[in-house]
């Protein structure tokens, strides 16, 4: 049976600026925080965003939270089985330097981000610099920070928690072939020996067979 070809995007983040995502504007809502009535996952609306169905239980039933904290045992549940995507061999093998990197299915696209020595910002914000225009995400999520070799990623203060292989971090150093959710989205790093890829154009793509 023959394999369904893909498309890698290769993006390194500079120091000089990242891509500027256009808003999708959607169903009017109204902007805050809110909460699935079944599970409790949250979510953070803008004011034109369409309501989703609960990414955890997939319920289309939502609460506004407290302005108090509402942390209750309706708190999300991360823990899942941690299942290797097809794709993550592909993406892999598709890299041409060493280094760390990030690899992510978004839009039936496969999105490979080289990571660069210091912060990458995580989250909503059009300052991100791996953004996701999702109610599930908070503007800022979680940072990954690589120094030394080493690559961390930390809470930044996000609604609904960073998971790590189905565990809730604050923080946590990472390793090849781990999975970090955040919000919906599954996130995969990659660690090749060496240092990380530099001064390479934004958004360089290759197709994969």
Same mark, same amino acid.
């Given at each position: 049976m023959e394999s369904t070809p893909f498309i890698v995007i290769i993006r390194t983040i500079t120091q000089q600026g990242v891509r500027?995502?256009?808003?999708?504007?959607?169903?009017?809502?109204?902007?805050?925080?809110?909460r699935c009535e079944s599970c409790g996952f949250a979510i953070a609306l803008h004011e034109r965003d369409e309501i989703p169905s609960c990414p955890h239980c997939h319920?289309? *039933?939502?609460?506004?939270?407290?302005?108090?904290?509402?942390?209750?045992?309706?708190?999300?549940?991360?823990?899942h089985e941690v299942e290797t995507p097809d794709w993550l061999d592909g993406a892999r093998n598709a890299l041409v330097?060493?280094?760390?990197?990030?690899?992510y299915d978004e839009d039936d696209r496969v999105r490979v981000v080289a990571l660069q020595e210091g912060w990458t910002r995580v989250g909503r914000s059009l300052a991100a610099h791996i953004r996701f225009d999702d109610p599930t995400v908070s *503007?800022?999520?979680?940072?990954?920070h690589r120094e030394g070799g080493c690559v961390r990623v930390l809470d930044d203060r996000s609604l609904n928690g960073v998971f790590l292989n189905g565990e809730r971090v604050d923080w946590?150093?990472?390793?090849?072939?781990?999975?970090?959710v955040i919000g919906r989205f599954r996130l995969y790093f990659i660690s090749l020996?060496?240092?990380?890829l530099s001064g390479e154009p934004e958004g360089i793509g290759s197709a994969v067979g």
């Open positions: 500027m995502d256009a808003f999708t504007a959607g169903t009017l809502a109204g902007a805050g925080s809110f319920s289309g *039933r939502f609460r506004r939270a407290s302005i108090f904290g509402d942390n209750s045992e309706l708190e999300p549940i991360g823990s330097g060493d280094g760390d990197y990030v690899a *503007r800022r999520h979680a940072l990954l946590h150093e990472l390793e090849d072939g781990d999975e970090i020996a060496g240092e990380s």
